[in-house]
């Protein structure tokens, strides 16, 4: 069932734009798939935060929009590395365990962030502390601006992709 009022492709495309410099830097050092995979993974990510409508007692953009949540998920996905890592060694656990960190916490960070762009805005320190962001560019029901977040998501990820064409041919 599709969550209420929410606005996949703007987050989408903010997952992607967040994620393009990490997927970036994973292709260069030779992960390719990996790279991929967190690109696919942020995608499948960037609604978590408003998984809040469907819990009850949970406020919409209240603890799910925080640099608290954004950090669990971060140390899940993380952790969930770290476990699959393990079967190929110390090293490969280690370095799966640092990507689903960052694919989390990276993926739930650019929701936030796309958040701060509409008028309602968000508090991600709360509850330590009630700063508000709101940097009031457009609704979050605005075509325009959530089809354009996905626009240059998916422009990124192409200009990413490109660089790493590139350097490969040098």
Do not use: K
């Not at 798939?33 to 696919?40: E, I, W």
């Amino acid at each position: 069932m599709p969550l209420p009022h929410v606005h996949r492709e703007g987050h989408v495309g903010a997952a992607l734009l967040a994620y393009a410099p990490v997927g970036f830097i994973v292709f260069v050092v030779g992960f390719e798939g990996a790279a991929m995979a967190g690109a696919v993974g942020a995608g499948l990510l960037a609604m978590v935060p408003d998984y809040d409508q469907r819990v009850p007692g949970i406020s919409h953009r209240g603890i799910t929009h925080t640099v608290w949540f954004a950090a669990l998920v971060g140390i899940g996905l993380g952790l969930i590395g770290l476990a699959i890592g393990s079967n190929d060694g110390i090293l490969a656990a280690i370095d799966l365990g640092v990507f689903g960190l960052l694919v989390g916490t990276v993926t739930i960070l650019s929701h936030i962030a796309a958040d701060a762009l509409t008028p309602m805005g968000v508090e991600p320190f709360a509850p330590v502390r009630n700063d508000h962001y709101s940097y009031d560019v457009a609704r979050a029901a605005n075509p325009i601006a959530n089809y354009g977040l996905l626009v240059l998501g998916i422009i990124a990820t192409g200009i990413a992709l490109a660089v790493v064409n590139v350097l490969s041919n040098i």
